[in-house]
């Protein structure tokens, strides 16, 4: 079992910034990876980022590549989401996901544990 928390949500401006972090306990952490999310009223959660677990491999959605940086500290049981040049198509619930594997997934059928979210609003 593996438990998720998400952190750093909250309200920014179009072209702010936002840093989201996930501190995972229970499971070993380090041998998997781990994803981000979101998902805006009314649509499908899709992908946003991901990173194996040596965090040698990133992997993001194209509409957020430049702006978003996936990262991940094994030692503290940690994943974060730097977000920069924040759009109002980012409003979101985001998701922190722990995979079933070591590798990058972009299916939510790859992630076995799930946080709660975290609610990230983008307006003037």
């Known amino acids: 079992q593996v438990q998720l928390a998400e952190l750093g949500g909250g309200l920014a401006q179009p072209g702010g910034s936002l840093t989201l972090s996930c501190a995972a306990s229970g499971r070993a952490f380090t041998t998997y990876g781990m994803g981000w999310f979101r998902q805006a009223p009314g649509k499908d959660r899709e992908f946003v980022a991901a990173?194996?677990?040596?965090?040698?491999?990133?992997l993001y959605r194209d509409s957020v590549k430049g702006r978003f940086t996936i990262s991940r500290d094994n030692a503290k049981n940690t994943v974060s989401l730097q977000m920069n040049n924040l759009k109002p198509e980012g409003t979101a619930l985001y998701y922190c996901a722990h995979a079933d594997s070591p590798a990058v997934l972009t299916i939510p059928q790859g992630y076995d544990f799930w946080g709660q979210g975290t609610q990230v609003t983008v307006s003037s």
């Open positions: 990173i194996s677990w040596l965090a040698g491999v990133t």
